[in-house]
């Protein structure tokens, strides 16, 4: 069975992947919302055809939308539309 090439490291060190200087600092929570309030979050996919996500908050309850609509691959024929 032949190794492969050790990459210029030596022993068992990793690389250097684990520095969190290098991290982007988290977001700070949302803060409360007031009585009545509705909250809308996207959580990604926006510009994205098929990857659509969203939460809506509302009275300490969450509600997770995910519409995301892709069209059909070449393989498919005769499909206008994919509701995933």
Same mark, same amino acid.
């Given at each position: $069975?032949? #190794?492969?090439?050790?990459?210029? !490291?030596?022993?068992? %060190? #990793?690389? /250097? !992947?684990?520095? !969190?200087? %290098?991290?982007?600092?988290?977001? /700070? ?5 007031? *009585? ?5 979050? *996207?959580?990604?996919? =926006?510009?994205? =055809?098929?990857?659509? $996500?969203? @939460?809506?908050?509302? *009275? +300490? !309850?969450?509600? =997770?939308? +995910? ?7 070449? +393989?498919?024929?005769? @499909? /206008?539309? =994919?509701?995933?």
């Amino acid at each position: $069975m032949t #190794r492969a090439p050790n990459s210029g !490291r030596s022993g068992n %060190q #990793r690389p /250097d !992947r684990d520095d !969190r200087s %290098q991290r982007p600092a988290l977001a /700070d929570p949302p803060p409360p919302l007031s *009585a009545g309030a509705l909250r809308i979050v *996207a959580l990604g996919g =926006i510009g994205e =055809i098929g990857r659509n $996500m969203t @939460v809506f908050e509302h *009275a +300490d !309850r969450l509600l =997770i939308v +995910d519409c995301g609509v892709l069209f059909p691959a070449e +393989d498919s024929p005769g @499909v /206008d539309l =994919i509701l995933p």
